[in-house]
């Protein structure tokens, strides 16, 4: 990583991240060599009787789930599958052509399945899954798929600007599709991940969706961005409506006037962050943010979406909460759009988060999504606060 090492972890360490950067390489294999070497790769380790360690497919009804290319959803899993264990799910390239985050996935899973004797309380403990390619299609082609208002994917045309999010002539971004109200309107694959995780994985106690913005243009405003956290679905309509009208810190004298008022009791919140400062999911998100920023990691610095503010055509999308950390708002909100982790969230109730990292060095990125999945299950398995 450019000659940096990071940081020592508070107590013992969960994931390793020196020996994680061999699974870049990975993704230099063609599909069906990757998952023959990930079988192969498990197949030499050992870990304690009593844990589950596997890779599993995803199914359908009628057997296992493949892709019009003829591939198949790998889905890692590590721990205890007994009720009462918590239950986390990871997931990447939900746009194919991320690809990046797969190896972030796999560098956490043999991680964990190498320590697994040291690391047995915590495993037995929870259940873990993680989904490293879930468009295996888009994956191949590097491209990001896109589903029609009858169910239909494609990956052509590859749609690639700021505002790829939107109907593009009745095509949507397969994130936005996995939220569509109606079943009947999902993808064929979207509805057997989902139908996959809610039967291997539930109740779920956290789903989180890794991501990296490889847009056109995106170098020209995210360049070293950092990693930033978005948080789905947690509030009540009556809290968003008051978070919207609550103050955002930006510059020196917002930042000031903040420092004081925290000192000082007011009876109604000035700022969002003092409205959630004892708000559990935010305090979780805080906690998994402040992990990551404390390993020597660059946080999402709110000056980015400030700068872009300035210019006649955006439109803001997130309501940003803490340096950081991101609620997906205004932009959502008044279109219904709803995304992967949405689902789950309404489905289970479970805590819902996406990371975007941006325009970085690969070795950076990687990092980033490992503290992020590192933090997570300290602050949701452990309990652990940063």
């Known amino acids: 990583m450019n000659g940096r090492v990071i940081a020592d972890c508070p107590d013992q360490e969960l994931i390793s991240y020196s020996s994680a950067l061999e699974y870049l390489n990975w993704l230099d294999f063609e599909y069906p060599q990757l998952l023959e070497k990930i079988q192969q790769r498990l197949n030499e380790l050992e870990w304690p009787s009593n844990l589950v360690v596997r890779i599993s497919f995803v199914e359908e009804v009628n057997g296992p789930f493949v892709t019009p290319l003829g591939n198949r959803i790998p889905v890692l899993e590590i721990g205890n599958p007994s009720p009462g ?37 915590l495993l037995e403990s929870s259940f873990i899954g993680f989904l490293p390619i879930v468009d295996p299609d888009g994956w191949v082609k590097e491209t990001r798929a896109y589903v029609d208002r009858s169910g239909e994917e494609i990956h052509n045309p590859v749609v690639v600007n700021l505002r790829h999010i939107r109907n593009m002539f009745g095509w949507e971004d397969a994130n936005a599709a996995f939220g569509r109200k109606l079943e009947s309107i999902r993808s064929r694959r979207a509805k057997a991940v989902q139908q996959y995780v809610l039967k291997r994985f539930n109740p779920l106690r956290v789903f989180s969706s890794l991501h ?97 503010k300035e210019l006649p055509f ?73």
């Open 212 to 308: 990296e913005t490889v847009m056109l243009g995106s170098e020209l405003f995210y360049k070293n961005a950092g990693v930033m956290i978005l948080l789905h679905d947690y509030f009540t309509q009556e809290e968003k409506d008051l978070l919207a009208r609550l103050r955002y810190p930006l510059g020196m004298f917002q930042r000031s006037e903040l420092f004081l008022r925290k000192r000082f009791s007011f009876r109604f919140p000035k700022y969002r962050e003092e409205f959630l400062s004892h708000h559990p999911f935010f305090a979780k998100a805080l906690s998994i943010r402040n992990f990551i920023k404390k390993q020597g990691l660059t946080i999402f610095q709110d000056k980015f979406e400030a700068a872009l």
């Open 314 to 386: 955006y439109v803001e999308r997130d309501l940003p909460l803490a340096e950081g950390i991101y609620l997906p708002g205004p932009f959502f909100w008044k279109t219904g759009i709803t995304l992967a982790p949405d689902f789950f969230q309404k489905m289970t109730g479970c805590c819902g988060r996406t990371i975007e990292t941006f325009t970085q060095s690969r070795e950076t990125r990687l990092m980033q999504g490992l503290a992020f999945v590192d933090a997570t299950l300290r602050v949701e398995v452990r309990g652990e606060h940063f």
């Open 85 to 121: 264990s918590k239950r986390l799910v990871f997931e990447a390239t939900c746009h194919g052509g991320e690809r990046l985050h797969s190896a972030t996935l796999l560098a956490a899973f043999f991680s964990l399945v190498q320590n697994a004797w040291r690391l047995q309380a």
